[in-house]
């Protein structure tokens, strides 16, 4: 019977030597699979099968098509265009990310393992900037089949009008060119770390605007005490246990003993409207 696959030793993916199956365990789903799970649907966690997942398909076919989310595709600002080639380095990435984080230089973490959500967040960073890539070179004439394919010069154009958050940008891509995940792609990159972190690279200066507004004291208390009194009325109508003390509290006193909850208010409570007058304190 043969064994079953495994992530590999952090020593093979040191030496380059890391094998990566189809059929080998990541997080909830395997390495071949077109989506991987990273959050079980039972969990409390759980946002969704996108959000909750690395959907690699929506990569090559375009944002929602996995799970045939027509809306996904017009509300996205990129447009998605790897390569299966490609799609295969970022799950290799994805995996040496996740699970072996201490060898990725500057990336500042001393963690065993990273969460999934950390990971997917490179790897849409570069999702998209590959996609970018791909799309101009095709203005120039270059056709692009595999990361090992793209010239640097390319890489610095597309850097130098990437409308996203250069900051993230830069770690996704010190993330691909760093020595421990180059060592383990299909093929060598046309460029390494050095490159990326040199101080001669056009990144675009990220706007910086004024933010949104600290609440006040009264704003901050009375959405705390209206987000509590909606946990203790949903919580009483659902028959779930109520663990806080003061939602506890609450409920006594809106409820009593009474097991019913007014199916009207429940309602509004779900429509998000509320009884009684709005609070003139809150920012509107």
């Known amino acids: 019977m043969e064994r079953a696959s495994r992530i590999p030793s952090v020593a093979d993916v040191i030496d380059g030597r890391a094998i990566f199956r189809d059929d080998m365990p990541v997080w909830y789903g395997r390495f071949g699979d077109d989506v991987w799970?990273?959050?079980?649907?039972?969990?409390?966690l759980y946002q969704g099968p996108t959000t909750s997942s690395f959907v690699w398909i929506d990569?090559?076919?375009?944002?929602?098509?996995?799970?045939?989310?027509?809306?996904?595709t017009h509300k996205t600002r990129y447009r998605?265009?790897?390569?299966?080639?490609i799609v295969r380095d970022l799950k290799i990435a994805a995996?040496?990310?996740g699970h072996f984080p201490a060898l990725i230089r500057d990336g500042h973490?001393?963690?065993?393992?990273l969460d999934a959500k950390t990971v997917k967040g490179r790897i849409d960073e570069l999702a998209?900037?590959?996609?970018?890539?791909?799309?101009?070179?095709?203005?120039?004439?270059?056709?692009?089949?595999s990361l090992a394919d793209i010239p640097f010069p390319l890489v610095k154009v597309v850097i130098a009008s990437f409308s996203?958050?250069?900051?993230?940008?830069?770690?996704a891509l010190k993330l691909i060119s760093d020595p421990s995940v180059q060592k383990n792609l299909g093929a060598p990159l046309q460029w390494g770390l050095a490159d990326i972190t040199r101080g001669s690279m056009p990144w675009r200066e990220s706007e910086s605007g004024d933010g949104i507004a600290t609440l006040s004291d009264e704003q901050f208390i009375y959405i705390l005490d209206f987000c509590k009194k909606a946990i203790s009325e949903f919580k009483h109508f659902t028959r779930l246990k109520i663990h806080d003390g003061d939602c506890q509290t609450l409920a006594m006193a809106l409820f009593g003993g009474d097991e019913r909850c007014d199916g009207r208010r429940f309602r509004l409570l779900l429509?998000?409207?509320?009884e009684g007058v709005v609070n003139p304190n809150l920012p509107r």
Not at 109 to 113: I, L, M, P, V
Not at 128 to 145: A, H, M, N, P, T
């Open 164 to 171: 996203g958050r250069a900051e993230h940008l830069k770690r």
């Open 95 to 97: 995996v040496i990310h």
């Open 80 to 85: 998605y265009c790897l390569t299966k080639q």
């Open 37 to 44: 799970p990273f959050v079980k649907a039972s969990s409390p």
């Open 271 to 274: 429509s998000g409207e509320q």
């Open 59 to 72: 990569y090559i076919e375009g944002k929602g098509t996995a799970h045939e989310h027509p809306n996904s």
């Open 109 to 113: 973490s001393a963690k065993r393992k």
């Open 128 to 145: 998209k900037f590959f996609s970018l890539v791909i799309l101009r070179g095709r203005e120039d004439g270059v056709e692009i089949s």
